[in-house]
């Protein structure tokens, strides 16, 4: 090799490092070019008590970061950190500035400013800004029960009617100890609200909270004071027959996905009072749990009465207790009032309303829905036909179907259930015109009375 030659390929070994150099360093997380990230965990509301969860990265990792807040008063410095350990991410829980408490601003901004710990940009590194515009909301919502039912029986129902105000208001329901949240209607003027409510009859106490959350998570808890009636109901024990696991069982067995390939007569019985059962009030309960949206400025409901001339052959609320040969053998809640009079009698409502279903449903047979508004309806069971189809609007004792034993029924007679949003209540209470007088309609005129005043 001559001198010259190695002499050139000595510089083009040097320029190909160079330029490998380059392009490596030019390509390492080193002096790579990307702007950190800033993500403020935020709805556009700010309470300034909760702290506000801020995560910032960077893939050469974090040098220095600086949060803070502009008021119309000027800027306050939050955070100002230089950071001796270079993270790529880093979570961050912005407490509020201590003049929180005086601050009268409405809007405010976060600002953030982040550095990351590449040599680019001769060493200083990617500067990352990211502002947020919030919306300050200190206030709790405020709620205040306007009327109430004095009281409410285990098995029954209630009202209530409330008024909640807040500048950003977001949800109101109410809680109850068993679990169940009742939904709200707009009432008569705004800012009030209204919810028929129901003590299950399988719950051994009943408690309710009017519950209201803000938009900045301020929330207010306001008790519903009802004077609770325990109810004794009664427990059936009720011993299971060969003559029924032949007759009525044989036949809904053979019916029923559920019991399909099940020879033993007493596990097809434990299957239909149990899976069956379970599955036909669970669409009861979808059906039934719906409440109007829109504002309702009344709520007039006549005393119920579905049966000409019926006498009442099961209770609402019975524990039954199912044996055989001594053994216990499954158990349910009879969840309606059956009434009897003749064989395919009519079947009238008093009230009006929107069928909301009127098909076959297992258990209860061929059954019609009635929506009456407000999360009321009232549901009728083994009728032998029906004569209203979903959906339409029926009149005040209009005939929508005939009595009869479709289903889970021995003889010719109507299941009768009312149902406040999905909760199986006592028929009795609404068959009663002074109950419904004192503790609904009267409820409700004072309610109005009150509302009138407050102007
Ligand atoms: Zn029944």
Redesign the pocket.
Same mark, same amino acid.
């Given at each position: 090799m001559s001198r010259k030659k190695g002499k050139s390929f000595l510089g083009w070994l040097i320029v190909t490092i160079l330029i490998g150099g380059a392009v490596f360093l030019y390509n390492s997380k080193m002096f790579e070019r990307v702007s950190p990230s800033i993500s403020l965990e935020n709805n556009g509301y700010w309470n300034l008590r909760n702290p506000l969860n801020l995560k910032i990265s960077d893939d050469s990792g974090i040098k220095s970061y600086k949060v803070f807040i502009k008021t119309s008063s000027g800027e306050t410095v939050l955070y100002n950190e230089h950071l001796i350990k270079h993270e790529e991410s880093i979570d961050i829980k912005i407490k509020p500035p201590r003049s929180a408490y005086a601050m009268n601003d409405k809007n405010i901004k976060v600002l953030v400013e982040v550095i990351d710990n590449s040599k680019w940009n001769f060493f200083a590194g990617n500067v990352a800004v990211a502002s947020f515009d919030l919306i300050v909301d200190k206030k709790r919502p405020k709620v205040s029960v306007i009327s109430n039912s004095y009281k409410i029986s285990k098995g029954g129902s209630a009202i209530v009617i409330f008024q909640a105000k807040d500048d950003n208001l977001k949800d109101i329901y109410i809680q109850t100890n068993y679990g169940k949240k009742f939904k709200v209607t707009p009432f008569y003027k705004e800012g009030y609200y209204i919810s028929l409510l129901a003590w299950p009859v399988g719950e051994r106490t009943f408690k309710a909270n009017i519950i209201a959350n803000d938009e900045a998570q301020n929330s207010t808890k306001a008790y519903i004071p009802l004077y609770l009636k325990n109810k004794p109901y009664k427990l059936s024990h009720i011993k299971i027959k060969d003559r029924f696991l032949k007759g009525k069982i044989a036949d809904l067995a053979y019916e029923f996905v559920e019991t399909q390939g099940v020879t033993d007569p007493l596990e097809q019985f434990k299957i239909i009072n149990e899976k069956v059962r379970a599955k036909n009030e669970k669409l009861i309960h979808e059906i039934t749990s719906k409440v109007p949206t829109e504002m309702v400025s009344d709520f007039k409901i006549h005393k119920m009465y579905p049966l000409r001339n019926a006498q009442v052959v +099961?209770h609402f609320g019975d524990h039954r207790m199912y044996s055989y040969a001594g053994k216990p053998l499954s158990e349910s809640y =009879? #969840? $309606? #009032?059956?009434l009897a009079s003749n064989s395919l009698a009519e079947i009238k409502p008093q009230n009006g309303g929107t069928v909301v279903y009127s098909d076959y449903n297992g258990l209860y047979g061929n059954m019609p829905i009635i929506d009456h508004g407000l999360g009321l309806y009232t549901l009728y $069971? =083994?009728c032998s036909s029906v004569a209203v189809n979903s959906g339409d609007s029926i009149h005040s004792r209009e005939v929508i179907a005939r009595t009869g034993k479709s289903g889970y +029924?021995m003889g010719d =007679?109507l =299941?009768? $259930?009312v149902l406040v949003q999905g909760i199986e209540v006592r028929p009795q209470e609404w068959m009663d015109a002074t109950w419904i007088k004192l503790n609904i309609t009267n409820v409700i005129k004072d309610a109005k009375k009150l509302i009138n005043r407050a102007g």
């Open positions: +099961a =009879h #969840l $309606g #009032l059956d $069971g =083994h +029924a =007679h =299941h009768f $259930g």
